[in-house]
């Protein structure tokens, strides 16, 4: 299993083997793997080895260590790091998404978005996005109504990217904050849970290469079920 003449380092191929007995069901979500002692022994490398594998998978969320009890299988979580859609996203994860539309509408623009939407109207559109049977994400979109031609509720149960692009926008950036916000019975009556789980709250304005605002967005995602990656650089020029 393990070619320690190969060029590729023996801890990547390890990580690598692990991965897939996990994928193939050797080890199944919530199921604790063999110890670093038995791992070391079956694999004839060193403990060091086994750590630093195992250490980059806990990183990477695919395991989970218990002090005392070992390193267990987690449930896999949608994992965002780059400029794509929920939807692209979960296509590249292979996974089965489905989106409910709990409300589609035109309505007056809201006070507080004034500012940045200068429009009488703009359309309000409440998504459930649901990740193999479970619903992962409520998204609450508002899109001025100008910026679009005819839109149904059928339309918006694919990805929103590729729906703007065929109204001749390109999405080019995204500003985001990011807050924990506490269960309460409302959210357990959305997600449609009986316990508590985690929620991220996150507001972001979507814009295009010009810099155009093309929609606000609010949302809440389970972080149980979803990891955001923010990558921050310092770049020359850019301090002040």
Known sequence: MIDKNSPIPVYYQLKEDIKKKIAHGVWKVGQCIDSERELSERYEVSRMTIRQALGELVQEGMLIREKGKGTFVCEPKVKQKDMMSFSEIIKKLGRKLETKVLEFEIIHTPEELLDVFPFEQVYKINRMRTVDGESVANEIVYIPCDYCGYIDEEMLK?????????????????????????????????????GEVPLLQIHSRTMTREGKLLFVEESIYRSDKYILEVNISRREGKMR
Do not use: P
Not at 172 to 193: G, H, P, Q, R
């Open 158 to 194: 694919g990805s929103l990217y590729k729906l703007l692009e065929k109204f001749g926008y390109k999405i080019d950036y995204t500003e985001s904050s990011i807050k924990a916000v506490i269960m309460n019975e409302d959210y357990k009556t959305l997600f449609n849970l009986e």
